[in-house]
């Protein structure tokens, strides 16, 4: 047992003309300074621990049913979803209202939908694509239709009752494949908005930051800074090495933080999804030009990066064959390793830049609109 310092540690000397009733007297002493300490510890053991407060520490919700705790909705490109949000109680006059949350990006137009729960207004350039799911009279769960990739991110449900008004917040989402994306007049010539449109011309959008963070979790290592969606700049590091922002440090985000989106020039980050067609190989040897015409004459086009990255991720696309794509690059996917494909024991998309497009080297990468 335990004592603290400033206790006395007691003890009975017997002595030749030590007493009985002395003795006894003594001993009850001792057993109740013993009791005490024993009754002290037991209550400064006990004492309960603060802890970080809960759902249940704060407002509880009196017309919505509170989600899980961290609601989350997976979905593709192309898919149509449904972002829960149910009553549990129905006020005589509410309206509830559904708001997409852009902190980079803030306003009224980010309103989706408001309903009084008899009709409904849509709002931005969400509206024509949602509508409230109504799978029972309690539900007012926004159902969004064919999703694209600027959809995800975090939807807020709002009730509204007079002066009363709570919500719950859903996170939505899309599935996909961010790919570093480069200039083929080389490294660091985008400024934000000619990023975004390098990102729209093959088939994606910026990244956002949890979006960059979930594909280095996934493996991404990248020593060229890249332009996120949010106008911050990034890149992913695993293996840490002095080229790329030192060897002494910890593997992670390397960030600049915010730039100047007009005068500031980095490469991109770029982020897709499942795509509608179908990425096939043309055997070549090839020039940039005749490896269109292959692909025309089989009714399609040269593929964009990001149709060969969402072939590679969600079709496991395998060809140990470098071929055109339409912003004459020349790349190839690996999703099995091996040892002449690249050299390198990860998969991923290997790439052998832009080639002079009169060279004959290569075959074609191309894509065709699966048939309605």
Known sequence: MWIHPEWPTLRLKKTAHSQPNRTVREMNFVMNVVAGVLLTLSCCTCSPVAEPPTRTDQKKLKYLIEPPVYAEVIARRGENASLPCILQTKPNHFKVKWTKLQPENPGPENIVLISNGYAFKLYGLLGPRVSLRNAHTMDASLHIHHLELQDGGR??????????????????????????????????????????????????????????????????????????????????????????????????????????????????????????????????????DQANQVCKKVGAELALVGHLYSAWRFLSFDRCQGGWLRDGSVRFPIAFPRERCGGVPEPGIRSFGFPAKTQRLYGAYCYRLSAA
């Open 155 to 288: 939807y807020r449900c709002e009730l509204i009752n007079g002066i009363e008004d709570e919500n719950v917040i859903v996170t939505l989402r899309i599935e996909g494949v961010v790919f570093p994306y480069q200039s083929q007049n080389g490294r660091y010539k985008y400024n934000f908005v000619e990023a975004q449109q390098a990102c729209a011309q093959q088939d994606g959008v910026l990244a956002t930051f949890n979006q960059l963070y979930r594909a280095w979790t996934e493996g991404l290592d990248w020593c060229n800074a890249g332009w996120l969606g949010d106008g911050t700049v990034h890149y992913p590091i695993l293996i840490p090495r002095a080229e790329c922002g030192g060897d002494d440090l910890l593997p992670g985000l390397r960030s600049y933080g915010p730039k100047d989106k007009q005068r500031d020039r980095f490469d991109a980050f770029c982020f897709t999804s499942s795509t509608p067609g179908t990425v096939f190989y043309e055997t070549g040897p090839f020039s940039y």
